[in-house]
């Protein structure tokens, strides 16, 4: 589930919105939506607001800033050669850190007494991205579908089990236009082809929602 937040290659290829899509719905991000979700539509959210924020941000430095500034240094030590890690071969390090940071993001929230569902969400993020590693050494895998495929998957296990207590049917279908308007996106950009985004959607919420079902 890691890509950057901004793609340099072919950069003017493709509708201007669909560069956006990809830049606020990056993998990086996606896992900070993801805590945010399961903070604010389930019943943590009798949680106080000020530690939900807390748990939220810390979740965003784990699984976003550590895994960005990881990607920078490997740029300055000219082991990757963009943000956009366009370069399928320079991908094991940076997706290996990013397993890395999820199953610390897993760790961090059960830590602070975060239900072990939030905790198995994070473990099948880091599961994901481990497949997608081994597929995209021979494949081009999406990593932006099967980012936000995970937050499909954690959506529909939000609403099969009755955990989420805010319009669940109105999230789910939300975070199914989503995965639709981002899939769109990489494939007008010319990121990917239907399939690499189809394959990558099919890990994300048969990961997540797999390693949910497992709690």
Same mark, same amino acid.
């Given at each position: 589930m890691i890509?950057? %937040?901004?793609d340099n290659t072919d950069s003017r290829r493709g509708p201007r919105?669909?560069?956006?899509? %990809?830049?606020?719905?990056? =993998? *990086? +991000? #996606? =896992?900070?939506? &993801? @805590?945010?979700?399961a903070m604010w539509i389930t019943p943590l959210r009798a949680v106080p607001e000020s530690s939900r924020l807390i748990a939220t941000l810390i979740v965003a430095a784990v699984t976003a800033l550590v895994p960005l500034g990881a990607i920078m *240094? *490997?740029?300055k030590l000219g082991r990757v050669s963009d943000t956009a890690i366009s370069n399928t071969r320079e991908r094991l390090v940076p997706y290996s850190i990013a397993v890395v940071c999820y199953c610390a993001a897993a760790w961090v929230v059960r830590s602070i007494g975060a239900p072990w569902w939030l905790t198995m969400f994070f473990?099948? !993020?880091?599961?994901?991205?481990?497949?997608? +590693?081994?597929?995209?050494?021979?494949?081009?895998?999406?990593?932006?579908?099967? !980012?936000?495929? &995970? +937050?499909? &998957? @954690? @959506?529909?296990?939000?609403?099969? %089990? &009755? +955990?989420?207590?805010?319009?669940?049917? #109105?999230? *789910? %279908?939300?975070?199914?236009?989503?995965?639709?308007?981002?899939?769109?996106?990489?494939?007008?950009?010319?990121?990917?082809t239907l399939a690499q985004v189809l394959a990558g959607l099919a890990l994300g919420i048969a990961c997540c929602f797999g390693a949910m079902c497992i709690y």
């Open positions: 890509a950057t %937040s901004k919105w669909a560069q956006i899509v %990809s830049d606020v719905f990056s =993998p *990086l +991000l #996606i =896992p900070t939506y &993801g @805590m945010a979700m *240094l *490997l740029m473990c099948g !993020a880091a599961f994901a991205t481990a497949v997608s +590693l081994v597929i995209t050494l021979v494949w081009k895998i999406s990593a932006h579908s099967t !980012a936000v495929g &995970g +937050l499909v &998957g @954690m @959506m529909l296990w939000f609403t099969v %089990s &009755g +955990l989420a207590d805010v319009h669940a049917m #109105i999230w *789910l %279908s939300m975070v199914i236009v989503l995965a639709g308007v981002v899939g769109t996106a990489r494939l007008l950009l010319d990121r990917h």
